[in-house]
């Protein structure tokens, strides 16, 4: 098997532009539940609204493809009521941090047993490009069109605030990075959160001068900056660039957890 | 017992062990009777961050094949109307009590309202059918949340238990049945499409982890479950469906009580109301009254009007400005006068006769 | 086995002409029947994952597979053993 074989052939292509990374993101995710050896029978994938929330109607298993935002609450009901299925959420930045973001510190806290894949392309998708909560200052949308000048969510940070027992960020472009991530999701107890730079070529590229795909994908690989040389840099004082993505793993421990089997 | 209780003790009868809730006068007692015994017979109670979270955990539970429900109010049904509708497009079985308090917005949370009955039957957009049934007593409270359950899960859809703050608050003595007829899920059986219907319109229902590999989404969606939405045809076939297996059935699970069916002065009632009603009948038997009370609302049983061939007038008494009123004025030719009461107390026997009186002289 | 790119699947995004450690990816320059420039492979026997895969058993490498949005990267199991085109180097 490979993680292929979890996809629905019969529904690709898949309706995601052109060089969108919703797609990497789902075949990382998918090859970490296959790496793990989780039953497609027994795996269920939750999401709310958006193009990333897209993602489960692409997988043979079963799927919750929910309202705008709720996702999380959805799957929290799913876990409780039978913590031996394996849930795993997709969301979008607009999804989770805006009009899901109490659910979102909520399932945190409660550290309930789920991995949550957040598709964070900084930008809302679906409808067309609309700023999000995690639009950084200055970047164009179409809500922002004189540059977003709004302070934006630090996801991780809020997951980590909030109690998740697993929170990492990586980008689409970290594929093997990123599958090694969500599976040490999939084995923590608890609230796992993967927050996933992902390029909108379309809505987000366009606007902010990465028309390219592949200025999305080196954008990606020069301001990542791995969270040990962050957290060195930080510590001698030394100055980091402002537009960096510290990528790694933020935190892994294992505080008492909702909706593990007993 | 008090009437939030028995509400919790029928839902447990009828099988009922996943409850989601967010804490809402006068709807706290059916939350908190679930937290005291969920955890005894092993079934979950979670207290949610909000009503948004409470209907969507209790659908995700659903999936799991689990019976549930949540209880509300007012304020936390309004937040509840997206996912009410997504209940109804993806056909999950669920249970919603609202005890109704006065409103508009936060309004009189600890008096007797039933304006929600038109919320519930068109709130969430879209065009639908939905179930809903109305106690008039404790001993209601607990046999109408069976019932609801029992509706919810032939149907496939979400079922309302539209209670009111005096019905829920109220305590009376109530008989516990040894045996309560349940009804349960259809599961879907292999080699069908999870959402190929049967002739009653209703699809056997695919639990999560059994092997169906089922899409949930909703969007509009074919009978694989993939979404499909800009098909027009489709889309009002599975939209006719969905209302359809629920209004075809309006005669078979029309649930009225009949008093007098000769009387030229009609009341149509439901809810706490119909204690009132009922006071006024019997303290009058010279009047000739008559009473049709509604234990479902929706679907609207119309048939029964006709149960009063002699009716001359039809008096709608509710804790809400017509409501239903306007459905049974639907129906009738003869006139049908509302008799509202806003601000949280039952009709007085003197505004009923009133009423009756003011109806004789047209 | 071989490297094949399903034409029905990709949408021609080149984020494979970036990843391949061998550049074995090359951005299209002919439009295919849905207009999409599909990449073309330039000697992909050279893939690890077509020479290896067989011998280990699990995908090797499989960067472009696993980054490709549109699944449309795989590997196809060639024509059985033809002895006649094999060429042993001593
Ligand atoms: C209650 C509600 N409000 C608004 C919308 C419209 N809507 C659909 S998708 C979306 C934004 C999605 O953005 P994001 O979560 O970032 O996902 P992306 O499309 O970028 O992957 C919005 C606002 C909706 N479907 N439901
Ligand atoms: S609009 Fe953006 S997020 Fe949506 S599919 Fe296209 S590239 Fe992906
Ligand atoms: S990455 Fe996939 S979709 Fe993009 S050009 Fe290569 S084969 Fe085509």
Known sequence: MSFADWLRADRLPHIWCSGCSNGTILNCTLAAVEAEGWDPDRTVFVSGIGCSSRAPGYISTDS????????????????????????????????????????????CRRNIDLTVVC?????????????????????????????????????????????????????????????????????????????????????????????????LAEYFRTKSMLKAKFDRLVAEGRPVPSDAIVVGEFVRRSNPAMGVVP | ???????????????????????????????EAMARRMPKIGGVFVQMEDEIASIAAVIGASWTGKKAMTSTSGPGFSLMLENIGFALMTETPLVIVNVQRGGPSTGQPTMSAQGDMLQCRFGSH???????????????????????????????????????????????????????????????ESGHLPYEAGEDGVPGFPVFGTGHRVHVTGLTHDERGYPVTTDPVLHEALVRRLVGKVENARREIADYRVTNPDAEVVFVCYGSPARAVQQVVADHPDLGLGILRLRLVWPFPEHALAEFPNA??????????????????RHVLVPVVSVPKLGGELHTPAELLRAIEEARSR | MKLVIDENRCKGCNLCTLVCPYRIFRPGTRANRKGVLVPELDRPERCTNCRLQGLYGRTLCGVCQLTCPDQAIGWVRERPYEPAKIEVEY
């Not at chain 1, 009521?81 to 973001?101: H, K, M, Q, Y």
Request: hydrophobic letters at 40%.
């Open chain 1, 119 to 215: 598709m964070n392309n900084l930008i809302y998708g679906m409808t067309g490009g609309q700023g999000s909560p995690t639009t950084p200052i200055g970047a164009l949308s179409t809500t922002t069109p004189y540059g977003a000048s709004e302070p934006a969510f630090d996801l991780v940070a809020l997951a980590v605030a909030a109690g998740a027992n697993h929170v990492a960020r990586w980008t689409a472009y970290h594929v093997r990075e990123l599958e090694r991530a969500v599976q040490t999701g999939l084995e923590t107890p608890g609230l796992s959160f993967i927050e996933v730079r992902a390029g909108c070529p379309t809505n987000y590229g366009r606007k902010n001068r990465l028309r390219e795909v592949t200025d």
């Open chain 1, 64 to 107: 919750l493809h929910t309202t705008h935002g709720r996702a999380l609450a959805f799957a929290t009901g799913v876990k409780l009521a039978d913590p031996s299925l394996n849930v795993v959420v997709f969301t979008g930045d607009g999804d989770l941090a805006a009009i899901g973001g109490n659910h979102f510190i909520h399932a």
């Open chain 2, 312 to 329: 001359r007038v039809f008096l709608v008494p509710e804790q809400n400005l017509g409501q239903v009123a306007r459905e049974v004025e």
């Open chain 2, 1 to 31: 017992m008090q009437g939030n209780t028995a509400s919790a003790e029928g839902a447990i009868a009828a099988g009922c062990r996943f409850f989601g809730g967010y804490p809402i006068t006068p709807s706290t007692e059916v939350a």
């Open chain 2, 126 to 188: 879209g065009d639908m059918a939905v179930i809903a049934l109305a106690p008039d007593s404790v001993q209601e409270m607990y046999d109408l949340t069976v019932k609801a359950f029992n509706l919810a899960e032939r149907f496939r859809c979400p079922a309302f238990l539209m209670a009111d703050e005096i019905i829920g608050h109220m305590r009376e003595r109530i008989e516990l049945p040894d045996h309560v007829d349940v009804v349960d899920r259809r599961p879907l």
